[in-house]
């Protein structure tokens, strides 16, 4: 069964720094492009990054750069998100999601590329 898993979600104080993880199972994510989305209560789903476990090529939205960095560890079949300097607006449901080809500069803002979704994991940034 192919299955997403994320996990690290928590609630966290701004500034404060969270990892969330998305392990797979059922397949190999060496050939694919992970993305991770990010979905905030009355609002649609938003990019915020995304790689390419062939090759690392990597990508994030304009409201996380400099704060998050997506990596990978082909040999746990895990991909990871490392948040830092979170803020409030941070505050959503995380999803990471599989894209069975390589995306590329558009991973992030296309969603419809992605076919297997995990079941998201919540962040909560307040004080």
């Known amino acids: 069964q192919v299955q997403l898993v994320e996990s690290g979600g928590g609630l966290v104080q701004p500034g404060g720094s969270l990892r969330l993880s998305c392990a797979a199972s059922?397949?190999?994510?060496?050939?694919?492009?992970i993305g991770w989305f990010r979905q905030a209560p009355g609002k649609g789903r938003e990019g915020v990054s995304c790689i390419n476990n062939s090759d690392g090529f990597t990508s994030y939205g304009d409201s996380v750069k400099g704060r998050f960095t997506i990596s990978r560890d082909n040999a746990k079949n895990t991909v990871y998100l490392q948040m830092d300097n979170l803020k409030p607006e941070d505050t959503a449901v995380y999803y990471c999601a599989a894209a069975p080809y390589l995306v590329y500069r558009r991973c992030v803002s296309e969603d419809n590329h992605y076919d297997t979704w995990g079941q998201g994991t919540q962040v909560t940034v307040s004080s």
């Open positions: 059922g397949f190999t994510l060496d050939t694919y492009t």
